[in-house]
């Protein structure tokens, strides 16, 4: 195999991944580190990169810890009843102490903040603070791309793979990509990485399935890579049975946040009905948590569901009821909360804007549907997939702990933001906070440990002539048919993204089987996606966009493979909203309040599965 | 075909040190150039997230989006102008009506960032404690929180 040129990078840390945790690792491994050398590798460009790149409008993670609105105590509270009693306490308490600094941070850096007349930060929740935040994200990147320097940012390389150490497959040794634009490898030596790229869309077949594929509610560039490149290494990994099923205005997948926090309207049924009171005796079955406030994102999820499922959608979101109550008949008011309302989607989901314009529908007057969107892995928003990582020395207590806060169990593997299980609600501010956690611990890691790593150079050959096997495949096989999509010896990474997404909609309980699966479902698909994982060895690629969109396909079927496996272990239902076990379909805290964590292992081609005990170190819920 | 380049307003971004700006800046690798009629277009459409990053970049508003097929009906329109601070949005409805909104997007220019100003945790004494840089400053509170 005749393959490119190679650039090899000796670094100190290596972060993979420019999104917000990626930005905030760079910033903070920079301010501690001093002489070492912190290389950033991204796939896009940081300015634009990662799930903010398109803007957001409010910052959903933020204590007001100066104004006594919170303390991280409460925000901990919050989020192990939103997660149904699951999340590493020692994580969550340890971003929400944080958290203010990194946004009081990036208002200083030009990101405008809303304002009452008395200077304090607009609240449109108890978390949440609203933001003029189109241009977040290259807000963001600034101080990264001038912390590490620019010689020190690789853009337009797809890291495909992690490298271990040759004397030691429990520890890191870099990583291996190649650049999208040019004909090259790079090969990553560092002794820490870390992890912080993104979780998962498109893994489920969305429920737009032609040019609205790219649509999905999650980026379309989070590509399961943070999972992607960990498990296969033998990474242990959390709670990947765990999925974020958004509710969302329908097809733009617009934001609600504003709609339910700030302009206070409420979703109703055909018979304007609001399940949320039809359906307040269905919480009952899921104490403690049924009667936490805010009622946790899946039980919402769950009311609504139970409507839909019934035949009494569809679902509107009564925009017109809210604004014209806002408004009081004032002209200038109602020119306000319009601007308002339009903003919401123009500085983050422009399609729901273009939703709204082509469907002549001008929300004071006209109601928006919403509609429960396909399943998301993740770790950083609502969900809650990802490594198993050590806890802060101050904090995390037994088997939490093993010496660097936000190491994986592979040793100098750091994660942050979609990679770091069990710590979810961290959203942009929050992921970004962590990123700076997981740094400074790897800089302390670095001089502990300041020696180089040992990679094998044949190892990284190997890698490489896997890495560009479809092109290969394509020009060794495009011959057998006067097609060049149709092949018996090859298939394009468009069709492998349909099979996976078939695979995980129909066995592994996505939108078009209501949410719903059971073990010998789990089974079956299963054994389908073992065939599709063999069958990823028959990728084919025309050229180096669609070799890193074969990569892309390989992540995302980790995090597939991961997801059903889990799903199979998890003898309950947990998170009705998110997915119902018909087999196991209540909440069994006795049994089930443990995390589910697994590894895999490449040499035996196998799982294994087991739980971890839940610690109550801030809480007593 | 979500972006779409108007092919009499695209100049391939001719005096642009980084090259055509679509290309450079689509976080998605889907802007390219075609090399014989020098313009830019979208090359996988189902894989734009209409994310606007080249509509917003483009110097020349070369770069619109016609809405996805699967669910937008025709003939609507939402297009942004970079103004010093932020975005003018000229929205059009499929009926015709129109709207026009104005949003800051920055309250300081882009390069102006000055790293670790006024920044006080010492790096080596500090460096295995649970202080995050910039933490007297920026944290908004004395002490940083451990649980009680």
């Known amino acids: ?621 | 075909m979500p972006t779409y380049v108007d092919p009499n307003a695209c100049n391939a971004c001719q005096d642009e040190h980084e090259g055509p700006l679509c290309v450079y800046i689509c976080p998605n690798d889907l802007m390219v150039l075609d090399q014989d009629t020098k313009k830019g277009f979208n090359q996988e459409p189902e894989m734009c997230s209409e994310c606007y990053a080249c509509v917003k970049l483009c110097p020349e508003e070369a770069l619109h989006v016609r809405g996805y097929a699967d669910f937008i009906p025709m003939g609507a329109e939402v297009q942004p102008h970079r103004t010093e601070d932020g975005l003018r949005w000229n929205v059009r409805f499929r009926d015709g009506r129109t709207l026009e909104f104005t949003y800051q997007s920055r309250t300081k220019p882009a390069g102006s960032v000055v790293l670790f100003d006024g920044f006080t945790e010492d790096r080596q004494t500090e460096l295995k404690n649970q202080s995050l840089a910039g933490d007297s400053l920026w944290l908004g509170v004395d002490k940083l929180p451990s649980p009680k």
């Not at chain 1, 290259?138 to 797809?158: D, H, M, W």
């Not at chain 1, 890698?463 to 057998?480: C, N, R, S, V």
């Not at chain 1, 048919?481 to 468009?494: L, Q």
């Open chain 1, 1 to 621: 195999m005749t393959l490119p040129t190679t650039e090899t990078i000796d670094c100190d840390i290596l972060i993979i991944g420019g999104g917000m945790s990626g930005c905030g690792a760079a910033f903070e491994s920079k301010y501690w580190s001093g002489d070492l050398r912190v290389v950033m590798v991204e796939k896009a460009v940081i300015e634009r990169s990662g799930a903010t790149g398109e803007g957001l409008s409010a910052i959903n993670c933020y204590m007001g810890q100066r104004y006594g609105w919170n303390t991280p105590e409460d925000y901990t509270n919050y989020v192990v009843n939103d997660m149904m009693g699951l999340a590493r306490e020692d994580l969550v308490y340890d971003v929400g102490r944080h958290v203010d600094n990194s946004v009081h941070l990036l208002e200083e850096w030009g990101l405008p903040i809303w304002k009452k007349d008395n200077g304090e930060y607009q609240r449109i929740g108890r978390w949440q603070i609203p933001i003029h935040g189109e241009s977040i994200k290259p807000i963001t990147a600034e101080p990264a791309r001038k912390a590490i320097g620019p010689e020190n940012l690789f853009e337009r390389v797809s890291v495909t793979h992690l490298l271990t150490d040759a004397d030691d497959p429990q520890k890191i040794a870099g990583a291996v990509g190649f650049a999208v634009r040019e004909n090259k490898f790079y090969v990553f030596r560092a002794k820490a990485v870390i992890i912080t790229c993104g979780g998962a869309s498109n893994v489920f077949r969305p429920r737009s399935v032609g040019e609205g594929m790219g649509r999905v509610w999650y980026s379309v560039f989070a590509t399961g890579a943070a999972y992607g490149l960990m498990i296969p290494i033998g990474t242990e990994m959390t709670q990947m049975e765990h999925r974020f099923v958004p509710t969302r205005f329908k097809d733009g997948y617009g934001p609600v946040g504003m709609w339910f926090q700030y302009f206070h309207a409420q979703v109703l049924n055909s018979k304007g009905e609001d399940y949320t009171v039809t359906r307040a005796d269905e919480l009952k079955k899921y104490e403690p948590y049924g009667s936490a406030i805010p009622t946790p994102t899946p039980l919402r999820n769950h009311q609504m569901f139970m409507d839909i499922k019934e035949g009494l959608g569809p679902m509107y979101m009564r925009t017109d009821i809210a604004m014209q109550k806002l408004a009081e008949g004032d002209p200038a008011k109602m020119d306000k909360v319009r601007d308002e309302a339009w903003e919401d989607f123009l500085d983050m989901t422009i399609s729901q804007a273009l939703t709204w314009a082509s469907q002549n529908i001008a929300p004071e007057d006209t109601p928006t549907e919403v509609v429960l969107a396909e399943p998301y892995i993740m770790g950083s928003h609502s969900g809650e997939a990802g490594a198993w990582v050590s806890g802060p020395e101050d904090i995390a207590t037994g088997d939490y702990f093993w010496g660097y806060n936000r190491m994986t169990t592979i040793r100098g593997l750091f994660a942050a933001g979609d990679g770091v299980g069990a710590a979810p609600h961290k959203f942009s501010s929050g992921s970004f906070t962590e990123g700076r956690i997981a740094a400074k611990a790897a800089v302390g890691y670095v001089s502990d440990n300041p020696s180089a790593p040992s990679v094998s150079d044949a190892n990284v050959r190997d890698i490489q002539e896997t890495i560009w096997a479809p092109l290969e495949t394509f020009e060794k096989h495009k011959g057998a048919s006067s097609a060049e999509e149709i092949n018996p010896n090859f298939m394009t990474p468009k069709q492998g993204l349909v099979r996976l997404q078939k695979i995980m909609d129909e066995y592994g309980a996505g939108a078009s089987t209501w949410y719903t699966t059971n073990e010998p479902t789990l089974l079956r698909g299963i054994e389908l996606i073992e065939m599709f994982r063999e069958d990823l060895t028959h990728l084919a690629a025309r050229n180096r966009h669609e070799l890193m969109r074969c990569w892309e396909l390989v992540h995302r079927t980790w995090v597939g493979e991961a997801h059903l496996r889990h799903l199979l272990y998890r003898k309950e239902t947990r998170w009705p909203g998110y997915y119902y076990r018909s087999d196991y379909p209540d909440l069994d805290d006795a049994n089930w309040r443990v995390f589910v964590n697994s590894k895999f292992d490449a040499a035996k081609n196998s799982w294994d599965l087991q739980t971890k005990p839940y610690r109550n170190i801030i809480t007593s819920i």
